[in-house]
């Protein structure tokens, strides 16, 4: 049975990008994904922290876009 990082970094690798709020903070949405049986988002943060989290979490902003650019701090 393969390790959920591993098919977690596939994920990640295969992605595209939309841009979303999940709980209130900025993310990319990068794919939808299952584990065990149930659904989750992987998303990205601005800081470049990556998550799965449960569809309801997110809202979608409209349109799509093919290149980002955060500001380093």
């Known amino acids: 049975m393969a390790k959920f990082q591993d098919i977690f970094a596939k994920e990640i690798q295969d992605a595209m990008y939309r841009p979303c709020f999940v709980d209130g903070k900025k993310a990319l949405f990068h794919r939808w994904t299952a584990y065990n049986v149930i659904d989750y988002a992987i998303v990205e ?29």
């Open 45 to 73: 943060y601005e800081d470049g922290t990556v998550d799965i989290v449960h569809p309801q979490s997110i809202r979608f902003l409209p349109g799509k876009f093919d290149e980002y650019n955060f500001t380093l701090k």
